[in-house]
């Protein structure tokens, strides 16, 4: 796995996240904007975030292929809702504009957008 997104500040966080690969931090954003704030953070709960799943996805998206602040092969599977890293598996859907991890590809039928299927 991948490790593109690095801090100004290398010991900000905790201890224990230092080794966590871009899809960890994204996941871990991802629940943040839905309202999950991670421990050892303090928001005032009238301050938190609690955006709906598109909002929340919509926002990493910006940040990946708009600002390109985050690293843009990690992606939410379209069928279980998971984050994954296109560059170790899944497919995307071109004609449907979808995203499948690997655990959900075979959802996809074999000649999807004319046979381009691995």
Known sequence: MNKSIVFRDKNHHQQNKQGWTDLE???EFYKFLKGEVPEGIHIRRCNKPE????KAKTIIWYLQEHMRILPDNIEKCHNCKEFFDTHSEGIYWETKGKNYCGGCSDLVPENYDRGKRP
């Open 25 to 27: 931090w994204i996941d």
């Open 51 to 54: 955006l709906s799943h598109k």
